[in-house]
């Protein structure tokens, strides 16, 4: 058998004492590899056989590993759960990539921790397919995700509405450390603790901060940075992430936990997706606030740290709080003038990338194509104007952009708006397809969606209407 050989190194465990429980993925009766993500694993130096599914199924323990459930607290839909923590997750270790980055491997599904609470552990094979399709979609368009390397059937079922086969994602990411993983020794009043992973977290994603006058004010801030830029990259591809709870967001700044997400297809900022999302409270255009909300939550479990003087930490958070309006919305401005094929930095900006968000407001154009059409739009009207309802404030719009343009405005347009975005009834059609026994499909839908600046007919239209309003589910 040709085991795929991980180079492990398990700092998290050996760092942070109470931040884990060591558990062993469970058994699987006859693991079978679905989709294997070569280019990843070239990164990470090991080479994938089929023969890999017996290690990516968690069935045998690849030599080095020493898995662990992470502990974890977090708000969920605003309400404080003080211990959630890896469920259906083993942390197997940590390897240092082919460029020196250090990369968590995790099994997704593999069975129960201490953690599971009323759960079983698994994961079913269309959730899993789906968080490796839109993870490597996310890959692909530039914005900072943690990925799949495989999923893996594991030939026994498991047990939802009906049962379901099977599977286990094995998921790379810069690191687990979530909003929640500070919170969970906060809430404790371990403040020894908190300090310590911050440390750690310092040394792992942030390591000029220990040349900071204040290296704990200086990691919030490096925080804030990278989430207010990832929300921005969200935001400007009509990603909807569906929980964004503070367990599901990560000190790293990657993308984390493909649920119930999906992307826009019509722009409307009150676009929900999720069964659970009732209030609209992780809608499009709610994104923004949350990271504000979720970093405020962040930063409280950070506030001894920031000083002894309580009243002088407070002041320091809410210095910093503060600012994450105003600095969302100048990387959402940066982002836009992308989107819009903008050269430099002109006063009129905003009201253009304003103007354009007001004419799409309840006119049901579609996200994705109206921005990719932009670039045969400099020259013609009738390339975008079909999508609006009424497309009188969208000509009037195009008249005052085209004043902003300048030479080369197509290619800038084209390589900055994919063609290719995970369409919902796509991805619903090539999951119901694996069912059915056929990978064809979501093959070619993936190799679509990780070249989503090529245009490939066939991936870049809407929903027909007989699809429906689209509804996705948690816990799946
Ligand atoms: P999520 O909605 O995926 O962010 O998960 C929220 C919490 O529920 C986390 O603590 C997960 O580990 C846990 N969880 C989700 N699904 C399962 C499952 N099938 N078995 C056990 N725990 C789960
Ligand atoms: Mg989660």
């Known amino acids: 058998m040709r085991l795929p050989a991980f180079c492990f190194d398990n700092s998290y465990r050996r760092a942070l004492p109470g931040a884990w429980l060591a558990v062993d993925p469970a058994f699987s009766p006859a693991p079978k590899a679905l989709v294997l993500n070569h280019a990843l694993a070239t990164e990470l130096g090991v080479e994938l056989s089929e023969d890999a599914a017996a290690v990516l199924s968690g069935t045998v323990l690849p030599e080095g590993a020493e898995p662990i459930a992470q502990a974890y607290a977090g708000h969920q839909f605003g309400g404080f759960s003080p211990q959630l923590g890896d469920g259906r997750a083993h942390l197997l270790g940590e390897v240092i990539d082919r460029a020196g980055r250090r990369r968590d491997i995790v099994l997704k599904g593999a069975g129960r921790t201490p953690f599971s609470r009323g759960g079983d552990g698994k994961a079913a094979v269309g959730p899993m397919l789906r968080e490796y399709l839109l993870g490597e979609a996310m890959h692909a368009l530039g914005i900072p995700t943690t990925r799949a390397l495989a999923v893996v059937a594991t030939g026994e079922d498991v047990y939802r509405e009906t049962a379901l086969p099977g599977a286990v994602l094995t998921r790379v990411a810069a690191s687990h450390i979530r909003v929640g993983t ?3 020794f906060s809430a404790r009043g371990e403040i020894n603790k908190v300090r310590a992973l911050a440390d750690y977290t310092i040394e792992r994603h942030y390591p000029k901060c220990v040349e900071a006058e204040n290296p704990y004010v200086a990691l919030f801030g490096a925080v804030v940075a990278a989430q207010v830029r990832l929300i921005a990259q969200w935001m400007g591809v009509g990603f909807i992430h569906g929980v964004m709870n503070t367990d599901n967001m990560t000190l790293s700044g990657e993308t984390i936990d493909y649920g119930p997400c999906a992307f826009m297809e019509a722009y409307a900022a009150g676009t929900v997706f999720s069964s659970i999302d ?14 504000g909300w979720n970093l405020a939550r962040l930063a409280e479990t950070l506030l001894p740290l920031f000083d002894e003087d309580g009243d002088r930490a407070v002041d320091l958070a809410n210095e910093l709080l503060g600012e994450i309006a105003g600095r969302y919305r100048t990387e959402w401005l940066a982002v836009m003038r992308g989107k819009l094929g903008l050269v430099g930095v002109q006063d009129g900006d905003e009201e253009l990338a304003d103007g354009l968000i007001a004419a799409m407001e309840g006119q ?3 996200w994705t194509l109206t921005f990719r059409r932009l670039a045969e739009a ?5 390339a975008v104007l079909p999508l609006f309802a009424d497309p009188a ?3 009037a719009w195009l008249v005052r952009w085209r004043l902003r343009l300048e030479e080369g405005v197509e290619a800038r347009l084209k390589a900055a708006n994919p063609a290719v975005i995970p369409r919902n009834h796509q991805v619903e059609e090539a999951l119901a397809a694996v069912t059915g026994g056929d990978m064809g499909f979501f093959q070619g839908l993936l190799e679509a969606v990780v070249e ?5 007919e066939a991936f ?5 209407s007989w699809f429906g309003r689209y509804v996705t589910f948690c816990g799946t």
Not at 278 to 291: C, K, M, T
Not at 452 to 456: A, K, L, N, Q
């Open 378 to 382: 400099v020259t013609d009207d009738g």
């Open 364 to 366: 049901g154009a579609d």
């Open 182 to 184: 500070f919170q969970f």
């Open 460 to 464: 870049m239209s809407p929903a027909p």
């Open 278 to 291: 009732h209030g609209g409270r992780y809608a499009y255009g709610n994104q923004p606030l949350i990271l």
């Open 393 to 395: 404030p969208m000509r």
């Open 452 to 456: 989503p600046f090529v245009e490939r």
